[in-house]
C-alpha cells in the first residue's frame, strides 16, 4: 500500500510533535507499505518554522529529506487537481495533498476527520 503522510504524521513518525494511532503506527511500520512524503508537507513544515508556529530540532528537514521515505514531487496535474475538489476542506496543504492521494491511488495517512468527506482513501 502507498501511504501519503499528512504533516502531523510526519512530525509524529519523526518523534517531534503528537502521536499516531495504533492503526497508523502499524501501518506505517509495515515495511511492505511505501511511505511517501509530499514536497507540501516540507513546505508546510518550513512556512511555519520560518513564522515561528512550529518548533523542530535544526536540520529537520534535512533528516527529512534524507529518510528512507520516497519524496513526491508537487507536480501540474497534482495542483490542477485542486480545482476539482469540492470546498469541504479550506486548508490549501491538505487540499493539496489530497489532489496528490487521488492522483497517486495513495491512502492518506491523517487524523483530520474533514479529510474524510473527499473521495480518497483516509487512515488513521
Do not use: C
Not at 23 to 43: G, H, Y
Not at 59 to 74: H, M, N, Q, R
Amino acid at each position: 500500500m502507498r501511504l501519503l503522510l499528512d504533516t502531523h504524521v510526519v512530525l509524529s513518525w519523526a518523534g517531534h510533535e503528537g502521536r499516531l494511532s495504533a492503526l497508523a503506527d502499524q501501518q506505517i511500520d509495515d515495511a511492505s507499505n511505501q511511505l511517501l512524503v509530499s514536497a507540501v508537507v516540507v513546505w508546510e513544515i518550513a512556512i511555519k518554522r520560518a513564522l515561528g508556529k512550529l518548533r523542530t530540532p535544526e536540520g529537520f528537514v534535512a533528516d527529512l529529506l534524507e529518510s528512507s521515505a520516497t519524496k513526491l514531487p508537487i507536480s501540474a496535474e497534482h495542483a490542477a487537481g485542486v480545482e476539482h475538489l469540492p470546498p469541504h476542506h479550506r486548508d490549501p496543504f491538505d487540499r493539496l495533498l489530497v489532489s496528490q492521494a487521488t492522483i497517486e491511488g495513495a491512502t492518506l495517512v491523517s487524523s483530520d476527520e474533514a479529510l474524510r468527506a473527499y473521495d480518497v482513501a483516509v487512515l488513521w
